[in-house]
T-cell receptor, first 111, second 115 residues
Framework: EDQVTQSPEALRLQEGESSSLNCSYT??????LFWYRQDPGKGPEFLFT???AGEEKEKERLKATLTKKESFLHITAPKPEDSATYLC????????????FGKGTKLSVKP | DTAVSQTPKYLVTQMGNDKSIKCEQN?????MYWYKQDSKKFLKIMFS???????INETVPNRFSPKSPDKAHLNLHINSLELGDSAVYFC??????????????FGSGTQLSVL
């Protein structure tokens, strides 16, 4: 069964304390892995797409990496405004919206 | 301007009622979707739709039906609401460019509570 698992479920960091979020997947025929950010009461907001093992993408304090079985979202020197739930999703092909989402990691960054 | 907007933000109703959620996108995208986020926070696709094709997740009860008056709108109709329908429903859209991995643009969600 296709599955996406994110860990930890929740992460509390002090401002400036770098860390990583994990997304492991067991799918047949990965067509792309997505990271989204979701703020309370809002819809997910796109961050990155990764297509192949070894690929890396960066945006401000965030860096996403991909292996054959998992992806990491590295957060360097986080700020309180980085607090949000980070969702990982994999695309299985077929319809463009055919994504399987993980449960997310709720990140809290304290000043 | 809001790219994907949905109304209402909150919807509280009784079991057995019929309700609709409206969604509009001003991005000129060809494909729209409805996702459901349940109490466990998992986002699951319900429908994807463009003016050619409706793809339905086989787990969605037929009490749920998407209605698209035009390319910019995709409404969700729900008949005979049940307690288990309580969730947050998200509308989303994406362009069709030939790639299979276009990012999705989400609305801000409609929190449905069935009493």
């Amino acid at each position: 069964e296709d599955q996406v698992t994110q860990s930890p479920e929740a992460l509390r960091l002090q401002e400036g304390e770098s860390s990583s979020l994990n997304c492991s997947y067991t799918v047949s025929g990965l067509r792309g892995l997505f990271w989204y950010r979701q703020d309370p009461g809002k819809g997910p907001e796109f961050l990155f797409t990764l297509y192949s093992a070894g690929e890396e993408k960066e945006k401000e304090r965030l860096k996403a990496t991909l292996t054959k079985k998992e992806s990491f979202l590295h957060i360097t020197a986080p700020k309180p405004e980085d607090s949000a739930t980070y969702l990982c999703a994999v695309h299985l092909g077929g319809s463009q919206g055919n994504l399987i989402f993980g449960k997310g990691t709720k990140l809290s960054v304290k000043p | 301007d809001t790219a994907v907007s949905q109304t209402p933000k909150y919807l509280v109703t009784q079991m057995g009622n019929d309700k609709s959620i409206k969604c509009e996108q001003n991005l000129g995208h060809d494909t729209m979707y409805w996702y459901k986020q349940d109490s466990k926070k998992f986002l699951k696709i319900m429908f994807s739709y463009n003016n050619k094709e409706l793809i339905i997740n086989e787990t969605v009860p037929n009490r749920f039906s998407p209605k698209s008056p035009d390319k910019a709108h995709l409404n969700l109709h729900i008949n005979s609401l049940e307690l288990g329908d309580s969730a947050v429903y998200f509308c989303a859209s994406s362009p069709i460019t030939g790639a299979t991995n276009e990012k999705l643009f989400f609305g801000s969600g409609t929190q449905l509570s069935v009493l």
